[in-house]
């Protein structure tokens, strides 16, 4: 066995390396050559599979690639686990060696070995795990040449590089997913977000949270009404709330229908839409257009009935106003006067029309009247499930 040594240089830019490498048109092109490169001999390629079936691969350094058709894995594991099951519960980032994975006989006789690997000189593989979601799953594999000189010398040290490589491909691939659905979902929302400004969360079907615009950020930051589980899965101030949030998901990814929902805060109530959100994936990278094209991603919008004082939390979140302001709008809507306004808060009239001015500057209005038609973008969630779709009104408090 040859030992790698690699200076704590090379090691930097190896590992900046694999950053890049998942941020590429053809996704971990480059960090495949470059190991390669270290390791003569060895060929690596990207590919998927699902369940039982290895799937054409993504990226490979053979010429002409190294299998190109969909092939069933057709073997179990030592611990007689069907491949599937394995490659299951194997977690992200765990780097797997066929020669201790599989019975040896069992190997040979594989359509992997006979179809993929004997063809091109190769007997074992290392086995990298970057991501997985079901029953689908993406790896980046390296054969090990047959000759079993050539096999002691490579195997252990291409292993020691893995396994240090192997964290910083998981995250890699998770920073590229964001930001690529994250571009996308800019892309396909833009004009109606700008025009509706309501905060919005997207989430898959468990409710874990995936990503949202700014104000849906402000919103789940703030922690009132959502926040999320360890897991990531988001939930709301009441047990049963969340529990019919978690419902609701369900029946929209079976009905692929929109749904909706009130909760409770900390402030006044809210309504929740939720709709099924597909952004396209033409723009993903191959390995995430394999993971994630058959999910449903569902869209929560955050909004308030007419039949409920407005939420000053939300106009925060949304306008991004400062507490004090938002309760000067609420003030201001529920029809007080500057005056009336600078007594119940306690302040001069001259600062309450300052604030006012602020006010309209930040929500982009130059009057009550466009106040109040700006903020019936919260009436756009309760409308979809009032049984009244008049115009915007807000109760007068007691």
Not at 185 to 210: N, Q
Not at 317 to 341: M, Q
Request: proline share 4%; with cysteine; glycine share 8%.
């Amino acid at each position: 066995m040859t030992k790698i040594s690699l200076t704590p240089e090379e090691l930097s830019d190896l590992i900046g390396l694999t950053y890049d490498s998942a941020f590429e048109d053809q996704q971990w092109s480059s960090l495949l050559r470059r190991i390669c490169t270290m390791f003569p001999g060895v060929d690596a390629t990207a590919y998927g599979y699902e369940g039982d079936t290895m799937l054409p691969e993504y990226a490979s350094t053979v010429s002409g690639g190294l299998f190109t058709k969909r092939l069933d894995f057709g073997f179990k594991t030592l611990t007689n686990m069907s491949a599937a099951e394995a490659m299951h519960k194997t977690p992200n980032g765990f780097v797997t060696r066929t020669k201790l994975f599989f019975d040896l006989d069992e190997w040979l006789r594989s359509d992997v070995y006979q179809q993929v690997m004997k063809p091109a000189g190769f007997c074992h593989s290392l086995q990298m795990k970057i991501d997985h979601n079901g029953d689908r799953g993406a790896l980046l594999g390296f054969g090990i040449p047959e000759d079993p000189v050539l096999e002691a010398k490579l195997h252990d040290p291409l292993f020691e590089v893995l396994e240090l490589l192997a964290p910083h491909a998981v995250r890699a691939a998770q920073l590229a997913r964001a930001l690529s659905m994250a571009k996308k979902a800019t892309e396909v929302f833009s004009g109606f977000l700008d025009g509706i400004i309501l905060p919005m969360l997207v989430t898959d079907v468990s409710g874990r949270f995936l990503f949202g615009n700014a104000a849906g950020r402000r919103v789940l930051e703030r922690g009132d009404p959502f926040s999320q589980t360890d897991y990531g899965r988001l939930k709301l101030l009441e047990p049963d709330d969340t529990r019919d949030l978690y419902h609701k998901l369900k029946d929209a990814d079976r009905d692929l229908a929109q749904s909706g929902m009130r909760t409770e805060t900390s402030d006044t109530p809210l309504m929740l839409a939720i709709t099924p959100f597909r952004p396209s994936m033409r723009e993903a990278s191959a390995i995430d257009r394999h993971l994630l094209n058959e999910e449903r991603l569902f869209a929560i919008f955050v909004g308030q009935s007419a039949a409920d004082a407005v939420n000053s939390q939300l106009l925060e979140d949304v306008f991004d106003l400062t507490h004090r302001e938002a309760e000067v709008c609420k003030l201001l809507l529920l029809g007080n006067n500057v005056v009336e306004i600078a007594d119940t808060a306690k302040r001069s009239p001259k600062t309450v029309r300052n604030q006012i001015q602020v006010i309209y500057e930040k929500i982009g209005v130059s009057s009550n009247t466009g106040l109040m038609d700006a903020l019936s973008v919260f009436r756009t969630v309760g409308t979809m499930f009032d049984d009244d779709s008049g115009g915007f009104a807000l109760p007068k408090e007691k």
